[in-house]
């Protein structure tokens, strides 16, 4: 069974400093890896995904993650946050043969100027 | 293109009540998964539906169900409402699996 680990359940950062966002899971099979943000009281929207090829995903907003398969990790890296990124970031892995999503706990990010 | 629409936003209900929530996924795609959010477990899977057939379950108990149409648009019921069932659920669609458009939720409180 896969599961998905991040370790930090909430990073604090000043605006405009960058930020690394972790995240390690195990699974014994392929895996697609997923990258999501949620605000109030919203639902999640996809932030970035690999599948497959080039290592570092770059998604939406400005937000990279590079798959790391011999340390299974998948971490959320922005270079510069903005206050409007402050927000749940989860992390996320799919096994290729299994329509499910297993989700990690959550990472609030807290941008202050 | 129309997103992943749910419907109701918010919904309080009485303890025993069933309740039937909906979700009209995007245009084109057949998958439909339904996940609850709750602050003490998270992010949890309870079902997937692939053209009208449930692919997949989660470890959710009976009282948990759904069911999808011909027009790919799901419901999910609960019955028997328990006050832990309170959550955000969660809708998602996907055309092939490789990324999953989620809608605003429907939040459940149940009193």
């Known amino acids: 069974a896969q599961s998905v680990t991040q370790l930090d359940s909430q990073v604090p950062v000043f605006e405009e400093a960058p930020v690394e966002l972790r995240c390690n899971y195990s699974s014994s099979v392929s895996v697609y890896l997923f990258w999501y943000v949620q605000y109030p009281n919203q639902g999640l929207q996809l932030l970035l995904k690999?599948?497959?090829?080039?290592?570092l995903v770059k998604g939406i907003n400005g937000f990279e993650a590079e798959f790391n398969k011999s340390q299974t990790s998948f971490h959320l890296r922005k270079p510069s946050v903005h206050i409007s990124d402050t927000a749940e970031y989860f992390c996320?892995?799919?096994?290729?043969?299994?329509?499910?999503?297993?989700f990690g706990t959550g990472t609030r990010l807290l941008v202050s100027p | 293109k129309a997103g992943v629409t749910q419907t109701p936003r918010y919904l309080i209900k009485t303890r025993g009540q069933q309740v039937t929530l909906s979700c009209s996924p995007i245009s084109g795609h057949r998958s439909v998964s339904w996940y609850q959010q709750t602050p003490g477990q998270g992010l949890q899977f309870l079902f997937e539906y692939f053209s009208e057939t449930q692919r997949n379950k989660g470890n959710f108990p009976g009282r948990f169900s759904g069911r999808q149409f011909s027009n790919s648009r799901s419901e999910m019921n609960v019955s028997t409402l328990e006050l832990g069932d309170s959550a955000l659920y969660l809708c998602?669609?996907?055309?092939?699996?490789?990324?999953?458009?989620f809608g605003s939720g429907t939040r459940l409180t149940v009193v």
């Open positions: 690999y599948l497959s090829g080039s290592t």
């Open positions: 998602a669609s996907s055309l092939d699996g490789n990324g999953y458009t």
């Open positions: 996320a892995v799919r096994n290729t043969g299994f329509q499910k999503l297993v």
